[in-house]
Nanobody
Framework: QVQLVESGGGLVQSGGSLRLSCESS????????MGWYRQAPGKQRELVAV???????NYADAVKGRFTISRDNAKNAIYLQMNSLKPEDTAVYYC???????????????WGQGTQVTVSS
């Protein structure tokens, strides 16, 4: 059973920084990709950033140039460095892991419990 545990959320002023961490109970090198999503009150969960097994990254337009996703295979963890935070970044941030489960390429996505990020103006 995959377990993902996020940490690093909190309250920060606009313009500040936070670093989120996500630790996996299994080797992250076995995942197709891992990512960070967020969900603000009354809104759908949205992709923030994803990092592929090979290291390629993709970001939502709203965070490009401010957020950086990274991974440490030795620690089985990924990170999200968030700089120049804005009030609209306020949300619960979730870590996810996607892995292939059969030869046809079917995938399963697992989620962490989420960590709250609140940016005050």
């Amino acid at each position: 059973q995959v377990q993902l545990v996020e940490s690093g959320g909190g309250l920060v002023q606009s313009g500040g920084s936070l670093r989120l961490s996500c630790e996996s109970s299994r080797r992250i090198a076995n995942y197709r990709d891992m990512g960070w999503y967020r969900q603000a009150p009354g809104k759908q969960r949205e992709l923030v950033a994803v990092i592929q097994n090979g290291g390629q990254t993709n970001y939502a337009d709203a965070v490009k140039g401010r957020f950086t996703i990274s991974r440490d295979n030795a620690k089985n963890a990924i990170y999200l460095q968030m700089n120049s935070l804005k009030p609209e970044d306020t949300a619960v941030y979730y870590c996810s892991a996607t892995f292939v489960v059969n030869v046809e390429g079917a995938t399963v996505q697992r989620w962490g419990q989420g960590t709250q990020v609140t940016v005050s103006s």
